[in-house]
């Protein structure tokens, strides 16, 4: 016999796109309970289809076994012999980890590009305003865009996930961008030339540096 289902399944999201999910699936006969049927699973011979497993997906510790349902209710029947019942059920279980790097790059892309744009103002001499300060703005608006584009392919979670995570630091980060060149501005208006050129130089590269190597902590968190 040949199925086609879908199935609802809680997903752990917390670490998408390098998320790993722990699946099963219990089959079941709701007119037989085990003192008529009794699934004895074929451990050796039961296994996938290589060529139609899940796309963008590795199959991981795949199992089947057998296990017994203890159902406190005679489903409609009151003879008291039917207060519990226990059905056989043949259980499929399986760990699928995301092939996640492509899909990565797919989906943060956007968000990077929108953090290189906004330190491009570092480039920029401090007294020219609307530049300086223009586009880590606009890198602040791509940022929202890209997350709301995210946000939209995943389930919704209470967990603070890696997406949420690496967004926010770009916030922090382009927000450090607009400090510094705050910063640097007010000394050159204050006609501190050499401590505005400090400012900028020292700031720029604070930036950049922590930014660099706080995804790095969080992705590879992730992946651990």
């Not at 012999?81 to 790059?105: P, T, V």
């Not at 609307?130 to 929202?144: I, K, N, S």
């Not at 007010?186 to 050129?197: F, L």
Request: glycine share 6%.
């Amino acid at each position: 016999m040949k199925m086609k289902a879908t199935m609802k399944e809680s997903w752990k999201v917390a670490d998408f796109p390098f998320d790993e999910q722990h699946l099963s699936v219990q089959i079941e006969n709701s007119l037989f309970d085990n003192k008529t049927l009794v699934f004895k699973p074929d451990v050796i011979g039961s296994t996938y289809d290589k060529d139609d497993a899940l796309d963008g997906w590795n199959i991981k510790n795949f199992k089947v076994s057998n296990i017994k349902n203890d159902y406190e209710t005679g489903f409609g029947d009151q003879r008291p012999s039917k207060s519990l019942q226990n059905f056989s059920a043949f259980l499929i279980e399986m760990d699928i980890e995301r092939s996640a790097w492509g899909l990565f790059m797919k989906i943060f892309i956007g968000m990077y590009i929108a953090f290189l744009i906004s330190i491009i103002s570092f480039t920029i001499k401090v007294e020219e305003l609307e530049p300086r300060f223009g586009l880590p703005v606009g890198g602040l608006f791509a940022t929202v865009g890209n997350k709301y584009i995210i946000d939209s392919i995943l389930p919704e979670t209470s967990a603070f996930t890696l997406v949420d995570s690496l967004h926010t630091l770009t916030f922090l980060a382009i927000f450090a961008t607009l400090v510094v060149s705050a910063v640097a501005l007010r000394q050159h208006d204050n006609g501190n030339k050499e401590a505005c050129i400090r400012y900028n130089h020292v700031g720029s590269r604070w930036v950049v540096a922590l930014y660099v190597i706080a995804n790095v902590i969080l992705v590879g968190l992730a992946i651990l």
